[in-house]
């Protein structure tokens, strides 16, 4: 059965600390994964893309790594604000056809001042 | 500005009274769908449609139905609605149907059935 689980569910930090949110999933065919950030009340917003060959990829302070192998992904957020406040969903697209998404129920964040 | 909007934002309403949730594109996108978000759970596929008049079952379609009529809308309608409808919904779209395409996401509708 394709899943994506991803934990912790929830994590709350002190502003200006790193976090790490991890991402397993099982679909297969693999085609790519993204991660989102849905902010409260809005619709999610994707931050990066990692396709198979892919290991690391930056955005800003936003780093994700892939392995294919294990079928494991992280989304490590470095010197945290305010505004990374939000949900973290890892979402895998498989080969099947068209754009078929799974979605991991996600990570709440809270940044703490 | 590119986006995808949706009305209504928020929408309480009593079982069995139809309604539409719409949702419009301004990026002539051809990949449009609905998903539905629940607490502790992943977004879910409700339709989808790869281009006008072109429309498919995702993986929980029950109790709803779709219709695209031209390319930049994709209503969401509930016939009957019930209590178990009550959800947060995200209309999408993205250029093309293949997994390499960004979908961007509208704001939400928070529906409550009663």
């Known amino acids: 059965k394709n899943q994506v689980e991803q934990s912790p569910q929830s994590l709350i930090i002190l502003e200006g600390k790193n976090c790490t949110l991890q991402c397993n999933y099982t679909v297969s065919p693999f085609s790519n994964l993204r991660w989102y950030k849905q902010d409260t009340g809005r619709g999610p917003v994707s931050l990066t893309i990692m396709t198979f060959s892919e290991n690391t990829k930056s955005n800003g302070r936003y780093t994700a790594t892939l392995d294919a192998d294990t079928k494991q992904s992280s989304l490590h957020i470095t010197a945290s604000q305010l505004s990374d406040s939000a949900s973290y969903i890892c979402v895998v697209s498989y080969s099947g056809g068209y754009n078929k998404l799974i979605f991991g129920a996600g990570t709440r964040l809270a940044v703490h001042p | 500005e590119a986006q995808v909007t949706q009305n209504p934002r928020y929408l309480i309403t009593v079982t069995g009274k139809k309604l539409t949730v719409t949702c419009s594109q301004n990026m002539n996108h051809e990949y449009m769908s609905w998903y539905r978000q629940d607490p502790g759970l992943g977004l879910r596929q409700i339709y989808y449609?790869?281009?006008?008049?072109?429309?498919d079952k995702g993986d929980v379609p029950e109790g709803y139905k779709v219709s695209r009529k031209e390319k930049r809308n994709f209503p969401l309608i509930l016939e009957s609605p019930s209590p178990n409808q009550t959800s947060l919904y995200f209309c999408a779209s993205s250029l093309g149907a293949g997994a390499g395409y960004e979908q961007y996401f509208g704001p939400g509708t928070r529906l409550t059935v009663t």
């Open positions: 449609s790869m281009n006008v008049e072109v429309t």
